[in-house]
């Protein structure tokens, strides 16, 4: 478990920290037909956060599962899985790796990181404005479990990955927008919770 030091303390203590995807939330945005808005989530997803002594020196390194993408309808979900877009049999993960991290000056807890994302196999630079929103002890091992809380979004084009829009419609418009909204929910805890997934069968 790892409680906070003192009461001004923000953020995991150093060492290394779990991302726990069942209370974590990985959230896109993307546009179709021009005016419409498709919300949708990856269910499966494995990260590490290293956090150094001196906090602007920690490490992220997150990888999703691109079958997982869910949007609440499977043939939608189906058409994202293939070739058209995500093409998740050559392309099966989505992986994020840290290059920096720098303060905001939008306030204590925002900072901005910087990394290298991987999608459809084409790796670009990106940016979140991030948000270390509190911490709790685990609701079913509170003795055992220590967990802390982040906020983070920004905004992608699929073209900048190669991932295709799924080609004009019939009346001239593409089926969807290049920008994609990305809103991040998650939860680090301080013990890998593998066991947890496996026993429950979300592994």
Partial sequence: MNPPQDSDAIGPTPGTWHLDPLHSSLIFVARYLRFGRVQGTFGRAKGLV?????????????????????????????????????????????????????????????????????????????????????????????????????????????????????GPTAWGERLVGDTVDVVLEIRLQDRDPIDFLRQIGHE
């Fill in 50 to 166: 290293m956090v150094a002594d001196n906090p602007l020196h920690s490490k992220v390194d997150v990888a999703l599962e691109a079958a997982s993408v869910n949007t609440g309808v499977e043939a939608r979900d189906n058409h994202l899985r293939s070739a058209d877009f995500l093409d998740v049999e050559n392309h099966p993960e989505l992986r994020f790796v840290s290059t920096g991290l720098e303060r905001s000056d939008r306030g204590n807890g925002v900072f901005l990181m910087y990394g290298d994302m991987t999608i459809h196999g084409t790796t670009r630079p990106m940016r979140l404005e991030c948000h270390w929103v509190g911490e709790s002890p685990d609701y079913a091992s509170p003795d055992e479990i220590y967990g802390h809380f982040f906020a983070a979004h920004t905004r992608i084009r699929l073209s900048d990955f190669g991932v295709g829009d799924g």
